[in-house]
């Protein structure tokens, strides 16, 4: 289980969807900046990014699944 891919550099206003292809629960969390909630499989959860900068993310659940958003 992982974020794919782990980093991502968008151009700022870029609007990032993941989604969740396995049959056990994930979330996107960014504390403090962003929260997808629970999604079950093949559901979604959109983030844009207004705003320059790096934005670490983690799965709730699994706190091992981590990833990178770099919006320039």
């Known amino acids: 289980m992982r974020f794919d891919p782990f980093r991502l550099e968008v151009a700022v206003g870029t609007t990032v969807v993941w989604t969740n292809t396995v049959g056990v629960p994930h979330t996107v969390t960014a ?3 962003f929260e997808s ?3 079950d499989q093949n559901a979604t959860f959109e ?3 207004s705003e320059p900068g790096a ?3 983690e799965c709730f659940y699994h ?3 981590v990833g990178l958003v770099v919006s320039e």
């Open 31 to 33: 504390r403090g900046q």
């Open 37 to 39: 909630g629970r999604l």
């Open 47 to 49: 983030q844009t990014f």
């Open 55 to 57: 934005y670490w993310y």
């Open 63 to 65: 706190k091992d699944m």
